[in-house]
């Protein structure tokens, strides 16, 4: 199996920053994807950045220009910067991974348990 344990997150004024980490640990031969989700009240969940392993990052216009993903390889983890932030990007952030467990072209995903980002205006 495979553990994503998030940290980060809280309550920040606009205009202010956060920075959020997920670390992967378990089982698995490699991750392919590693990205960050939010889910605001009554929304669906979004993908707000994302970083496939080899690959270039992306972000939905939302969030370009502010938000920042980036990635520790040798540990396994993920992280979000966000500055600028906005009372829109309040939201549960999920951290979402995809491992393959082993070899093979198949992967599986993982979510983290979330954390909560509020930005006050």
């Known amino acids: 199996q495979v553990q994503l344990v998030e940290s980060g997150g809280g309550l920040v004024q606009a205009g202010g920053s956060l920075r959020l980490s997920c670390a992967a640990s378990g089982s698995f031969v490699s991750i392919t994807f590693m990205g960050w989700y939010r889910q605001a009240p009554g929304k669906q969940r979004e993908l707000v950045a994302g970083?496939?392993?080899?690959?270039?990052?992306n972000y939905p216009d939302s969030v370009k220009g502010r938000f920042t993903i980036s990635r520790d390889n040798a540990n396994n983890t993920v992280y979000l910067q966000m500055n600028s932030l906005k009372p829109e990007d309040t939201g549960v952030y999920y951290c979402n991974v995809d491992v393959r467990l082993s070899v093979g072209p198949l992967s599986k995903s993982y979510w983290g348990q979330g954390t909560q980002v509020a930005v006050s205006s």
């Open positions: 970083i496939p392993t080899g690959g270039s990052t």
